[in-house]
């Protein structure tokens, strides 16, 4: 499989050294490294030139922006994106590709990841603090694992699923949030998983903690990053249609919500990723009128049509060092 590295940027120069550098010691060399350049003022493209990565110009500042740039800019099989102040262990490409190649099923996969910049004795528990809060706290809201953008990889197919539909001209959330919700609504259909590396662990600079860089704001973007999904980013919806112990299925509920997901015209779904095609959802277009005239004579009924059962969350078995 053919590998490109995605690494958004904007005024890094001197970190981007550090990345650029990782990149090229890995054991396994990525094919093709693209550094997306958001409006720099410094040496970045410098920089990235000096590496032999490509460059390509994203003049609307937001890393979503610049990162769906590079995420299209590419035909790699394998997209990897870290942040410009990321530091790789060598293995990092090479274990992410083992990651896919023995499991079909896998359309992304982010890793764990350590503050390299944090005191010593300190840096440990921050790095458990923030980036384990950061899976278990985002986890519970998605229903599933979510993506970490400064060290994560996915499938060029599964991007070209959701390319459509994320919100790459919002600047107001987390990109990589962005994509787990609709890489996970793929996955909340049936059609495949997000996967988690916690043996695998990238560094990553703890500038994120500073007050400087507005903690309440990216506190504010990661609740966008649920609400501007509409029904489809609250977490108890997801949840339903994860239905992981299978609970909601025995107690017939999770046949009614799907419908009702449908029927709301929940916002961001292509057609395919909710099991149907363009005549079902006329269907259910029509359906819906059909129910609304019912509830006026008091006699509504629940819509018949099934869509695939949800696969549960927690699965056992499978390879090792893959977190399901």
Do not use: K
């Amino acid at each position: 499989m053919l590998v490109c590295v995605v690494v958004p940027v904007r005024d890094d120069g001197d970190l981007l050294d550090a990345c650029l550098r990782s990149l090229a010691r890995q054991t396994r060399l990525p094919d093709e490294v693209v550094v997306v350049d958001n409006g720099s003022t410094d040496d970045t493209v410098e920089v990235a030139r000096r590496y032999g990565a490509r460059v390509v110009t994203e003049s609307e500042v937001g890393i979503a922006a610049a990162a769906s740039t590079g995420y299209d800019s590419t035909t790699a099989d394998l997209i990897g994106r870290v942040d410009a102040d990321s530091v790789l262990p060598r293995h990092w490409v090479a274990e992410l590709v083992r990651t896919f190649e023995q499991d079909a099923d896998v359309l992304a996969v982010s890793t764990n990841a350590r503050f390299y910049d944090a005191p010593v004795l300190a840096g440990t528990v921050l790095s458990t603090f923030y980036v384990g809060a950061y899976h278990l706290i985002v986890g519970a809201g998605l229903a599933h694992w979510p993506l970490f953008g400064s060290t994560m990889m996915m499938r060029r197919s599964a991007w070209s699923r959701v390319r459509d539909v994320v919100h790459r001209h919002d600047r107001m959330l987390h990109d990589d949030m962005d994509l787990a919700v609709h890489l996970g609504d793929l996955q909340l259909a049936g059609q495949g998983r997000i996967a988690y590396r916690h043996d695998l662990v990238a560094g990553i600079s703890a500038r994120p903690l500073s007050l400087r860089n507005g903690p309440w704001l990216r506190t504010y973007r990661a609740l966008h990053s649920f609400t501007v999904h509409g029904v489809d980013g609250r977490p108890w919806w997801r949840w339903l249609r994860a239905d992981p112990a299978g609970v909601f299925r025995r107690l017939g509920l999770t046949h009614e919500v799907a419908a009702v997901d449908v029927l709301s015209g929940g916002g961001h779904l292509p057609v395919e990723v909710s099991g149907g095609s363009a005549d079902d959802a006329a269907d259910y277009a029509v359906d819906a009128s059909a129910g609304a005239a019912d509830d006026a004579a008091g006699a509504r009924e629940t819509p018949a049509r099934s869509r695939p059962a949800p696969p549960r969350l927690f699965r056992r078995g499978g390879r090792r060092r893959v977190t399901r």
